[in-house]
């Protein structure tokens, strides 16, 4: 009987981990292409450009800190290009 109930009791926490994983990284995904495509719009539109300063381009520097960092990471590149700090 108790084998059964610690079986239970295990498939239960399995289930709760997989779930919480797929939250997060549900989130890390849309955070992610919503980098990329701010990205895109930042150089589609050359926004960098009317501050004086080159668009940022897609290197694979860029695109890897985007698509790891999302949005704070396109801030991120957007601020190291104001100040002149170029990948």
Do not use: E
């Not at 849309?30 to 701010?38: E, F």
């Not at 589609?44 to 990471?73: E, N, R």
């Not at 601020?79 to 170029?86: A, K, R, V």
């Amino acid at each position: 009987m108790s084998d059964v109930l610690v079986a239970i009791l295990l498939v239960v926490a399995i289930i709760a981990v997989v779930y919480y994983l797929a939250k997060k990284f549900s989130v890390l995904l849309i955070n992610a292409i919503l980098g990329i495509i701010v990205l895109f719009f930042l150089n589609f539109l050359h926004v960098m450009q009317w501050m004086g300063k080159p668009d940022l381009g897609y290197s694979l520097a860029t695109i890897i800190i985007c698509a790891v960092g999302g949005l704070p990471g396109v801030c991120i590149l957007v601020l190291l290009n104001i100040l002149g700090i170029t990948l």
